[in-house]
């Protein structure tokens, strides 16, 4: 889609093309660094009409307010994600749980009780399901997720670097 072979794009980033091959592949997760240097590298080439809808993941799966952590962190190992939404009763986005939070207050011996309200993070950046794949791109390269809503903050779908690497490497 940018018109880069996997040697050129590894040139630009400073890695070796069996790693571009590797994360192409999706046989590894690539550190978060490196995902910063490849969407630097292919957002300026990138021209497209698709927008984030055709990125997306849907339906989301999230989790809510008084959800035990137990259950929260079942439903991620189940489905091999590494963050969930927070919504409220009326499923409104409210917040996000990431794994490093979970790691980490899990850790502590109080962690007994825990619920979803009590270890999520402020929401990551929202976009519409119309925003271009260029702007998600450009978040992507500073968040590690955004999330596509309607209306007043009802979940529509999540996108993830994963996905937006994904998606470039079928187009």
């Not at 390269?141 to 999540?158: A, E, F, N």
């Amino acid at each position: 889609m940018a018109g880069l072979t996997q040697m050129e794009l590894a040139k630009r980033v400073g890695v070796s093309q069996s790693l571009i091959a590797k994360i192409e592949k999706g046989k590894i997760d690539p550190k978060l660094s490196v995902v910063k240097k490849i969407l630097d590298e292919l957002t300026p080439l990138i021209e497209t009409s698709e927008t984030a809808i055709n990125l997306m993941h849907s339906p989301v799966i999230s989790a809510i307010l008084d959800d035990k952590i137990r259950d929260v962190v079942e439903v991620m190992e189940n489905n091999n994600i590494s963050q969930v939404p927070v919504v409220n009763s009326q499923g409104k986005l409210v917040g996000i749980i990431y794994d490093f939070i979970l790691m980490r207050r899990l850790a502590l011996p109080s962690s007994r009780n825990l619920r979803a309200v009590d270890v999520m993070a402020p929401l990551p950046p929202l976009v519409s399901p119309s925003t271009s794949v260029s702007q998600v791109m450009r978040l992507l390269t500073k968040h590690s997720v955004t999330l596509v809503v309607q209306g007043d903050l009802y979940p529509l779908g999540i996108i993830t670097r994963s996905d937006l690497i994904a998606y470039l490497v079928k187009k």
